[in-house]
Nanobody, 124 residues
């Protein structure tokens, strides 16, 4: 199937920067899009940014102008979330989600693949 793994979280001071990475692996046939979500304690998971196979991007209003999503290549197997001017309210567990298709012995199947998340804490 497809596995997704995030990395790069940590503690950063307000106004600082951090870059998260998301790696997809497995029997990938294609990745249609990769989306970053975040979830704070007691809050619902919210969409942060996404990038599609044509490299078009989409952002939550709360992060526009501060965060940038990018991909290492058009296959979207590695994507990044560059976060600048971080605020305490950006603290959350950040998850990567892939809208993927994977290869099996008898064809191709869709899979909504989630990573385990990486914690970002913005605090002085």
């Amino acid at each position: 199937q497809v596995q997704v793994a995030e990395s790069g979280g940590g503690l950063v001071q307000p106004g600082g920067s951090l870059t998260l990475s998301c790696e997809a692996s497995g029997s990938i046939f294609t990745i249609l899009s990769m989306t970053w979500y975040r979830q704070s304690p007691g809050e619902q998971r919210e969409l942060v940014a996404s990038i599609s196979e044509n490299l078009s991007t989409n952002y939550a209003d709360s992060v526009k102008g501060r965060f940038t999503v990018s991909a290492a290549a058009k296959n979207l197997k590695t994507v990044y979330l560059h976060m600048n001017d971080l605020k305490p309210e950006d603290s959350a567990v950040y998850y990567c989600n892939g809208d993927t298709y994977y290869s099996t012995w008898n064809g191709v199947r869709p899979l909504d693949a989630w990573g385990q998340g990486t914690l970002v804490t913005v605090s002085s």
